[in-house]
């Protein structure tokens, strides 16, 4: 049976409740526990799929197909363990759900209250494989006192009362601001946020406190105090200069200590951190440095790339060089040349997205990359893009494009060499879609099979022919134009097991250019970088020592 632990936030958003929460998993999977993380959002989207990277940051997809937080993509990383559909759950998709079963009849004409059938529901997700690890994480969106979050702050009270005595336990992140005028940390916020905690019958047993100066002993044993918590669990949590420090940092602080002490585990298991030593040695000790260009329409917020700009760092690390990442707006050069934007790069990565704008920009960076020999890695909509490029400049299709666009204008435009993908093989059964189907759940979402052909590029740099990746997309490269682009060097190095849908092509001739259909910045983490993106970086130390 799991032990759980519940991780609120209080006074502002972005404390980094799922970053304490992944480090705290690691910390726990050190001792030789097992681990599973949750995400509970209390937005009212059934999922993130149909929200604006603006709005959200960037959707992560687990290999059963779920569209979830960029927080389960911290879960990953730190933890190694795959996310599932049953590790993320909106106040939308907890909603829908009961609604289906009143209007299935389930709750026998009773009237539907949020206590008991919202909370019900919640609490029913919680408990999905209680009894597969040791340790279950459930980290809740928002902060204490929003009032779209009630429904999950009352759940996992109930929860925790339904539970044996000791078998859940309760986290806490805060805010201790700092005022430089009276060159003090100020206690009151955490104290009033705890009390808007314990106001709805949560007492929290452990605090982490975000500051950026050291907390004194006078003021830690002041919120011990005023939050009704041991001194030993009142922990700091500082600014640190990457997020992979995290787990040591946290370690040092006691957080992992001060959880099991709160578990009455005694004595715990010695923590096995040598992976996390290695981490850090990597991170702070590079020898050398790369320039990589990512070319979105998303620039401006980082957050709608957030694992690709780590997967980069993992493969620096697995080069033992920094990557520096820099943002480029390929609506820059649109109607441009892309010359004066991108030289200076030693590599260059075009990442997925949706809608054209942008899209001759990324197009223009495929063309830059392939004229110059740079280092080119296409993902999703970006291998679309370099596959467009090729069927325009180097075949001789002139108004190649994708139907994508000619979808937006209503007319047609362009000879669509990347088609809306109307069917494709799931498992056992055929899936079928509509251009005007609904946005959310609709794409060919999670993990495939892909086949690769041996001797290319991608077989190795694999060291396989047979893959898996996850995917997230509606639009595909037509297998009709395959000879063609063939032919004009442009390689179909990467199939779906049927050989119908392209999954991975490569310039034959290019020191280093892949595009690939799926998004393999979803599996790679710091003590297992991805092998593309290991490869790419590495490739873009080779251009780093021509220039």
């Known amino acids: ?67 979830t937080d960029l927080d389960l993509g911290h879960y990953e990383r730190f933890t190694g363990v795959p996310a599932r559909k049953t590790d993320s759950v909106s106040s939308g998709r907890i909603y829908s759900d009961v609604l ?7 709750y026998l004409g009773k009237t539907i209250q949020v206590v008991p059938h919202v909370t019900n529901q919640i609490k029913d997700f919680i408990s999905i494989g209680e009894d597969e690890v040791d340790f279950m994480l459930c980290e809740i969106g928002g902060t204490v006192g929003d009032i779209e979050g009630l429904p999950f702050f009352e759940a996992i009270r109930q929860f925790a009362h339904d539970k044996p005595q000791g078998q859940c336990i309760f986290m806490h992140l805060t805010l201790l601001p700092y005022l430089a005028a009276s060159g003090e940390l100020k206690t009151k916020p955490t104290q009033h946020s705890v009390k808007e905690l314990q106001s709805i019958g949560i007492a929290p047993d452990i605090l982490v406190c975000r500051s950026e100066q050291p907390i004194p002993e006078k003021e830690r ?21 990457s997020i992979y420090e995290a787990p040591l940092a946290y370690h040092e602080q006691g957080l992992d200590q001060a959880v099991l002490d709160a578990f009455g585990i005694s004595p715990a298991p010695a923590p096995k951190l040598e992976v996390w030593h290695d981490v850090y040695d990597r991170i702070h000790n590079p020898e050398g440095q790369v320039k990589v260009a990512i070319v979105g329409k998303y620039t401006q917020l980082e957050d709608a790339y957030k694992s690709i700009a780590e997967a980069l760092t993992h493969g620096g690390m697995a080069n033992r060089v ?3 990442i820099e943002w480029v707006d390929a609506e820059l050069f649109d109607n441009d040349d892309a010359t004066p934007y991108l030289e200076g790069f030693h590599a260059i990565l075009v990442p997925g997205g949706f809608g ?34 090729a069927a325009r400049n180097v075949a001789g299709l002139e108004k190649a494009g994708s139907e994508e666009f000619d979808h937006e204008a209503g007319k047609k435009r362009f000879e669509p060499v990347v088609y809306h993908l109307k069917e494709w093989v799931q498992g056992n059964h055929m899936v079928a879609r509509k251009a005007d189907d609904d946005k959310g759940g609709t794409m060919r979402l999670g993990a495939y099979d892909a086949t690769l052909i041996e001797g290319s590029k991608v077989a190795e740099v694999y060291g396989s022919t047979s893959i898996e990746e996850r995917h997230r997309h509606r639009y595909e490269v037509d297998i009709k134009y395959r000879d063609m682009l063939e032919a004009s060097g442009l390689k179909f190095s990467g199939m779906s097991p049927d050989g119908k ?23 790679s983490k710091p003590f297992a970088p991805h092998p593309l993106f290991a490869d790419f970086v590495r490739a873009a130390v080779d251009t780093s020592r021509l220039v």
């Open 1 to 67: 049976m799991a032990r759980f632990i519940f991780i609120t936030g209080g006074v502002v958003s972005s404390l980094g409740k799922g970053l304490a929460s992944a480090a705290l998993g690691a910390l726990l999977q050190a001792r030789g526990y097992s681990v599973r993380l949750r995400k509970l959002d209390p937005y009212l989207n059934v999922d993130p799929g149909t929200m604006s990277p603006f709005e959200h940051g960037e959707v992560f997809v687990t290999d059963d197909g779920a569209e």
């Open 100 to 106: 289906e079963k009143e209007r299935r009849g389930d």
């Open 221 to 241: 044993e002041k919120i011990a105090l005023f939050c009704n918590v041991r001194k030993q669990c009142v922990v700091a949590a500082y600014d640190l200069k």
């Open 322 to 324: 920094k990557v520096k």
């Open 356 to 389: 054209e704008r942008g899209t001759e920009g990324k197009i223009k960076a495929a063309k830059f990359a392939r004229e110059k020999k740079i280092p080119y890695l296409g993902i999703c909509l970006g291998m679309q893009m370099a596959v467009i490029e």
């Open 501 to 523: 849908l392209p999954e991975i092509v490569e310039w034959e001739g290019h020191p280093w250019f892949i595009g690939v259909q799926f998004h393999p910045e979803l599996k």
